[in-house]
């Protein structure tokens, strides 16, 4: 007897159930996908339990025809293909014809549809004239009930009562109800922010956990869920087909949950994208930190294939590395241009109302008196615009009543004697006043506040950047020892020595062997001051053979079209073997915390900073500076 | 304790101690000076216990005894006041200070706490010539090296034999070398490390009329007292701390195979290697140095900053040659040079520059590799 027999189709309809729906996020997320395909501009998802119990959309899209009601929950039946050409040109969120037959499987589903009474089908016959009707259907553990009439508004409605009921292994694999109610809430937000246009509810065990009204802009979704204080972070950029929302460097979070990429306004994951990312935040975050990114492409459907598995959460691209690559280049660019010097969040400064007067009384005189600070908070920007040109000539202080309030005056002197041939050019240049405290930090005054610059940081970012200027020149300073510094290594240091040596080289440290297992060294960096050369090398030899760069020497093999792409974007053709080289030296070779500095020291390190070109995170990521403004002071101190 | 002594005197004593007290330190003792007075002198003394000092000035003590004050408000009491005699007298650890319009209380120490400061044994002590010392000290100690990690070459490495005085600092980059005939009577050649710190506060106190100075060598000190003399009328008595570690053997690194030569005006020199580094940068110092048919060119670039060509003329008629190096290196030890000519010998672009004055003082600078 045959043991091979084919399985009847409810059965087959369980099984791929298990592959599409698994939780009640996903019997969520088909019901949404359902309800955007069909048009609809309303969304109402109510769940009981967290959806175990009960779930319940309400759209008002554009319903199903009486005729096609008894078809819904048959596996492969859908408006929204019809040929094989089809597939790859897909512009609905469905297509498999999978998401309600596998649903009228597992549970005990209820479907009520009224057609939407469109414009050309006024003249309907006699017997149907005026709105269509609405019809309702069930199916009950893959039961098909008969179609029967019943009332109900325009658009579809779909409930899911018992999820899982007749398959209790993956009823078993359930989380409690609140951690399938954060699903049901993540799944939802994702559609919220793809689609801001659409009136999206929420309603859990009858109370509104989501009210979101229609936006234009996506950041008043955005505000919503992540609140003001990451949104104001968010800066925007957009090319072509891509716009991002991505947060200041500053800003950074634990996990990569606040990443949130939409292809077509459909959510994805993406490990290219996810890559391109982390890749345009290299440095500029530190480790295990992550940003807040939200991507949306827009890309013709020939150019990637969301086939790749029924929950259609990966996507395959035909051109991935371009993708990719435009992604990096978009993010790098604004990041690198931008000035991130974080500033203190003094947002809990104690109200002023809070001297014990009635709120009415005080409001008065201080918001009269608010008003004015106001007003000449405004000015300051007249006295200090962008264009400054330093030496050339600034341009003459008008004698405005803000001069009275806000005291500019010694200011404005210092600033005119300050504006000598150096400063031309830099961006944030008008420097007045700097000290270091601690030894270990530089306070400097600018126009619109204080720096707090940690002194190693940003001069290990300074000494990288002009490092790997050289090194791109090709052009290391290397500075000749009167006598070679001996260094002896471990047995297993010097076995790495004729692979790690060409980077020595590279990076200006000449070694030659100099007997048993100790190397000399015969030339080193120009920028190699005051750094313990043995230590140093002994650490080079350790990065050399961790795991991580190991591994990144590895992945520079395999993907050197990204690495180069890396290159275009950045604008260095570095082997990222050496980066983390060359962000060991510039650390060994910068001052340390604990350093005393002289002022002219102090001088030069700003000088440097207000250069353009650098970021004001160290090379590991960390903050190098921080920005207290006066608005912020004048805010603290009660005076605004 | 109750003295009085001049004022001018006693100000000056503070002039040359006060720079030896700590200004922060872990022991805030140091941060007194110790008064101790005797029949008719009295011994001002400070250390930061690797150097220290220990000044005698004439005073008229009416009560012996030993204070310790606090240096600043001592020192500024002193500058202040224009009178040529001043008063001190102590009660317990507390100080009455007495000028024309001024009357001060001040607290301070208990002098139990103050270290033991040591003493100079004469007898153990040799004789060297001083003329010349001062000259030594600072043609050699700014190529010392600041960097702690190879911590021999912080200090000037000291040789005295019976008939030489040699005097070598190095950073590992650049050496200096200077040579003095004199005659010692040594007992056996000595070979130390003297911290910059200790050889700064010795080269201030020698002054010009000194003839000799006394020294005591013991493992890890050095104790040298300059005697009295013009306008001292009691010898200074200093020690300093020792730097253990192994100097580099400099006669081997100084080369004997330099083959091109040419000889130097320093002014002239000193102006164009100034403004040639004008272009250069805090971490990114080099200058290509090129020497023609009579004619020497320096030559820097820096990229954000710019370039600089100056060039100067010498007598040259060897092979056409060009060496790239730190400027700073020789823009320091033109500081230090008095003679209004010095030359200069190369030999290739690796090998190091080597300044010569006569026969006495060389300096090695070795070049960079970089192509400006």
Not at chain 1, 48 to 65: C, H, P, Q, V, Y
Not at chain 1, 149 to 178: C, D, H, M, Q, Y
Not at chain 1, 414 to 442: K, L, W
Not at chain 1, 577 to 598: E, H, Q, R, S
């Amino acid at each position: 007897m045959s043991q091979l027999k084919t399985l009847p189709s409810l059965l087959i309809n369980k099984i791929a159930a298990g592959e599409v729906i698994d939780r009640p996020a996903s019997v969520v997320k088909e019901l949404i996908e359902n309800a955007l395909d069909s048009g609809a501009s309303q969304i109402e998802v109510t769940v009981a339990e967290g959806g175990k119990k009960f779930i319940r959309l309400t759209d008002n899209g554009m319903g199903l025809s009486q005729a096609d009601l008894p078809l819904v929950f048959l596996s492969h039946t859908t408006s929204k293909i019809s040929t094989e050409d089809d597939l790859t040109g897909i512009r609905t969120f469905g297509f498999r014809g999978e998401a309600l037959a596998s649903l009228g499987a597992v549970s005990q589903a209820r479907l009520i549809s009224k057609l939407k009474n469109q414009p050309g089908q006024a003249g309907l016959p006699a017997g149907q004239a005026g709105a269509p009707e609405a019809y309702v259907i069930e199916m009950k553990g893959g039961q098909l009930g008969p179609c029967q009439p019943a009332a109900a508004p325009e658009g579809t409605t779909v409930e899911i009562n018992n999820l899982f009921f007749n398959t209790p292994a993956r009823r078993k694999f359930l989380k409690s109800n609140a951690v399938e109610m954060g699903h049901v809430t993540e799944m939802v937000t994702r559609f919220a922010i793809a689609h801001p246009n659409v009136q999206f509810r929420l309603i859990n065990n009858k109370k509104h956990v989501l009210d979101l009204l229609p936006v234009t802009d996506v950041k008043e979704r955005l505000r919503h869920f992540f609140g003001d204080d990451l949104v104001n972070q968010l800066l925007f950029v957009e090319e072509g087909d891509v716009q991002a929302y991505i947060s200041n460097p500053i800003l950074t979070k634990p996990t990569t949950r606040w990443q949130f990429f939409f292809l077509n306004q459909r959510f994805i994951r993406d490990r290219m994208i996810a890559r391109a990312v982390r890749q345009a935040y290299a440095e500029l975050i530190p480790n295990g930190r992550y940003p807040a990114v939200f991507l949306f492409i827009k890309t013709p459907p020939e150019e990637y294939d969301v086939n790749v598995h029924p929950t259609k959460l990966e996507v395959r691209f035909r051109h991935a590395w371009q993708v990719h690559d435009e992604i990096l280049s978009l993010i790098r660019k604004k990041l690198l241009a931008s000035d991130f010097v974080p500033q203190a969040p003094i947002g809990s400064a104690p109200e002023i109302a809070s001297f014990g007067l009635p709120a009415g009384q005080a409001g008065q005189p201080i918001g009269a008196r608010q008003a004015l600070v106001d007003f000449f908070a405004n000015r300051p920007p007249e006295m200090f615009p962008s264009s400054l040109p330093g030496g050339s000539g600034a341009p003459p202080i008008q004698a405005s009543p803000g001069t009275i309030f806000t005291r500019p005056g010694p200011v404005t002197q210092t600033e005119t004697a300050n504006a000598g041939p150096d400063q031309i050019g830099a961006g944030q240049s008008v420097r007045f006043s700097a000290f270091q405290i601690h030894q270990s930090y530089i306070i400097s005054e600018v126009p619109d506040g204080v720096l707090i610059i940690d002194q190693h940081a940003l001069h290990e970012r300074i000494l990288t950047h002009k490092f790997k200027e050289q090194m791109r020149a090709a052009n290391v300073y290397r500075q000749k020892l009167l006598v070679p510094v001996l260094v002896e290594l471990e047995p297993k240091e010097y076995d790495l020595l004729s692979e790690i040596r060409p980077y020595l080289e590279k990076l200006g440290l000449e070694v030659a062997e100099f007997g048993q297992q100790t190397i000399s060294l015969q030339a080193i960096p120009q920028i190699l001051t005051n750094a313990n050369l043995p230590e140093l090398i002994h650490e080079l030899f350790n990065n050399f053979s961790s795991d991580e760069f190991k591994n990144r020497s590895a992945s520079k093999k395999s993907k050197s079209e990204c690495e180069i792409a890396d290159d275009q974007v950045t604008g260095e053709e570095f082997d990222p073997l050496l980066d983390d080289l060359i962000n060991l030296l510039a650390c060994k070779a910068a001052v340390k915390a604990g350093d005393a500095l002289a002022p002219e020291e102090i001088q030069a390190l700003l000088k440097q900073h207000a250069a353009p070109a650098y970021t004001t995170t160290c090379p590991h990521g960390r903050p190098a500076v921080f920005k207290l403004t006066l608005d912020e002071l004048k805010k603290y101190f009660q005076r605004k | 304790m109750k003295i009085t002594c001049e004022r001018a005197q006693l100000q000056e004593a503070f002039q040359i101690i006060n720079p030896i007290i700590p200004t922060r330190s872990t022991i805030p003792i140091l941060q007194n000076i110790k008064i101790i007075a005797e029949k008719q002198t009295i011994f001002l003394i400070g250390t930061d216990l690797e150097i220290g000092l220990r000044y005698e000035i004439p005073a008229e003590v009416k009560e012996t005894g030993t204070i310790i004050l606090p240096t600043q408000r001592l020192g500024a009491i002193l500058r202040e006041s224009t009178d040529e005699k001043i008063n001190i007298e102590s009660d317990g650890h507390i100080a009455r200070i007495k000028t024309k319009i001024g009357y001060f209380k001040i607290l301070g120490a208990d002098p139990v706490d103050y270290p033991d400061f040591p003493e100079f044994d004469t007898k153990k002590a040799f004789e060297i010539e001083a003329s010349g010392l001062k000259e030594m000290i600072r043609k050699t100690i700014f190529a010392t090296s600041g960097e702690i990690t190879r911590y021999a070459l912080t200090g000037v490495l000291l040789e005295i034999t019976k008939k030489e005085l040699r005097m070598v600092g190095s950073d590992g980059k650049r050496l200096a070398f200077i040579k003095k005939k004199s005659e010692q009577n040594v007992p056996q050649n000595i070979k130390v490390i003297a911290p910059p710190k200790g050889l700064i506060l010795l080269e201030r106190i020698i002054q010009d009329k000194d003839k000799k100075i006394l020294i005591t060598l013991e493992e890890t000190q050095l104790k040298i007292q300059v005697p009295a003399g013009g306008s001292r009328k009691h010898p200074i008595f200093l020690f300093s701390g020792l730097i253990e570690g192994n100097f580099p053997d400099y006669a081997n690194v100084i080369p004997s195979d330099s083959d091109k030569k040419v000889e130097i005006p320093t002014a002239e020199f000193a102006a164009a290697i100034r403004q040639a580094a004008l272009v250069t940068t805090d971490k990114f110092k080099a200058t290509k140095m090129i020497l023609e048919k009579n004619t020497l060119t320096f030559f820097s670039r820096t990229q954000d900053v710019g370039e600089a060509q100056v060039k100067m003329k010498v007598s040259y008629d060897q092979k056409p040659f060009e060496i790239v190096f730190n400027p700073d290196f020789l823009i320091d030890v033109l500081r230090v040079i008095d003679e209004p000519k010095f030359t200069l010998e190369f030999k290739d672009k690796t090998s190091p520059i080597v300044l010569k004055i006569g026969r006495n003082y060389v300096y090695l600078i070795m070049p960079l590799t970089v192509d400006v």
